[in-house]
């Protein structure tokens, strides 16, 4: 068990995830153009009721996420280790540019709606769609009418040759399902979550991390929600290079997971002390190791997600930087802009106050330091914002849309948005076999 961090752990954490989308192109905007996103999302948060998808009881969480006959999300490819003092040379060997997210249309004669010719259309172009995502790391696919519903977004990744897989948070899983004969996940549209951005991550939890996934959108939200990507390798490149480094040195850590634990202010201090925290400590451990294939280490906060005591669960620390197994080229593989307790509440306070959320989401809290429990200052925080936002590129995504993402190589993200949306995600493990 690891020691107990004071002070700064006791700031907050809560959560990342999702998705969102809508517009035609994907285009990085300066940093300046992000205030303009948070202002456009300002007004009068959406008071919409979550669906009853969206309401996962806090037990059903551990119930699995209805996803069934399909592999679990692949094991982490960590591969060679990066020294930190390798950062700076592998930096100055290339440049910023290799991440890119061109667009994939259905090709002149196709008419839109004729499913066979977009299926054909799509077989057609399929090595060239993978050579496309091979060198740029994601694809922006539109214009098809086929990926408008579940059917025909399986079909889709079928006609790709892309083998799909569970979530990697399956066991535990908080995500709601779009589709389980389709194998499709919900991204994150709770109506309570609208006014909340989902920083950019990797998605990866312990040691799961699908090697692709393809976003789909069957109804966007009814105003903003751009899908956000960010090449890693971009990211890597503008990212402070002692910044890094420090990273790579000390490893980072992430709480995969907080319970509420404010009841216990209700007890004596010696019954919470001595038998209530020791007690409960033990059998969510006993819990959640159960659950996941990850060591997961849990300490007590003082002030949890919602400014109230609780139990948060950390994962093993892990480097910052990596090789992406397909390019090989240098990126930041590490979900601080998601994670980071303090990025959340800096861009909340300019968003406005969130709805309480009900259900497995209040179990979805997150936050990160360095791996040996050091806090990230607040500078070296806005630092990584700073970075992020000047490479983010914003994706509208139009009904039927779908970007199709290498998960190692490029991070994603969505803005907030109003109205109710329709977004959903399928992981997958790889190409199937015979077919790469
Ligand atoms: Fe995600």
Partial sequence: MRSMRSARTARPLGQAHGIQLHGACARPRSHNNRREVLTRATASPQTVE??????????????????????????????????????????????????????????????????EAERDDLSAKREEIVELLKENGAVHFTGYKLMQDAAGYHDFYDILGLDPCLDPIHSVAARPVSSAEHKIYEAVNKPSRSNYIVGMHNEMVGTQAPRYAGFVCFKPADEGGEFWTVGGNDFFHELSTPLLEKMQRKKVIFSVVEFPMGFLKNLDEGVRENVAKPLIKSLMGFAVGFKVDFDVFFRFVEEGYDGDMALQGYASPQPAVIRDPVSNLPVVFCNLHSHSKFLRDDRQKKLGALKKTTGASQANKTDCSFGDDEPFTDEELLEVDRAVMKVVKFIDMKKGDVVLLDNYRTMHGRGTFKGSRHNAVAWFSGFVKGRK
């Avoid at 692949?74 to 060997?93: M, T, Y």
């Fill in 50 to 115: 979550d669906r009853a998808q969206d309401k996962k009881g806090f037990l059903e969480a551990f119930t699995g996420g209805g996803v069934e006959g399909i592999d679990p999300s692949p094991q982490v490819v960590w591969g060679q280790n990066i020294l930190p003092s390798e950062i700076a040379e592998l930096k100055a060997g290339s440049s910023a540019g290799a991440d890119g997210l061109p667009r994939v249309e259905p090709s002149e004669g196709v008419v839109f709606g004729d499913l």
